[in-house]
Nanobody
Framework: QVHLAESGGGLVQAGGSLRLSCAAS????????MGWFRQAPGKEREFVAA????????DYADSVKGRFTISRDNAKNAVHLQMNSLKPEDTAVYYC??????????????WGQGTQVTVSS
C-alpha cells in the first residue's frame, strides 16, 4: 500500500508560481514512477506530468511544457511539481499518483486526495 499526500496548492495570480509536493508513505517509493494529474470543474481528469523511478525520464502534457517541472527526491519519498507562468486555465484540483511503470501512470492504483490550485486573472 502506498499513501500519498499532496500539499502546496493555493490561490495565485496569473503569471505567478506555485510548488506542489507529494509525500509518499512507503519506503520503497523509489521503485515507483510518479505522476501529476489535474481535474477542473466539469472536466475529466487529465495528465500533467510524470517522472520515472530514477528521475531520468520525464513526460509532460503539451499544455504545461516549458512552464511546469516535475522532480523527485527518493531520499525523502517526495515528488514535486514546480509550476511557473500560471494561467487561469491551470485552475484545477491536482492529484499525484504512483505506479510501478511510467508508461501506464494513468492507470495508477495509488492516488492522493488532491490539492486545489486556483489561478486568478
Amino acid at each position: 500500500q502506498v499513501h500519498l499526500a499532496e500539499s502546496g496548492g493555493g490561490l495565485v495570480q496569473a503569471g505567478g508560481s506555485l510548488r506542489l509536493s507529494c509525500a509518499a508513505s512507503r519506503r520503497t517509493f523509489s521503485n515507483y514512477a510518479m505522476g501529476w494529474f489535474r481535474q477542473a470543474p466539469g472536466k475529466e481528469r487529465e495528465f500533467v506530468a510524470a517522472i520515472s523511478w530514477s528521475g531520468s525520464s520525464t513526460d509532460y502534457a503539451d499544455s504545461v511544457k516549458g512552464r511546469f517541472t516535475i522532480s523527485r527526491d527518493n531520499a525523502k519519498n517526495a515528488v514535486h511539481l514546480q509550476m511557473n507562468s500560471l494561467k487561469p486555465e491551470d485552475t484545477a484540483v491536482y492529484y499525484c499518483a504512483a505506479n510501478p511503470l511510467l508508461g501506464t501512470i494513468a492507470s495508477s492504483q495509488y492516488w492522493g486526495q488532491g490539492t486545489q490550485v486556483t489561478v486568478s486573472s
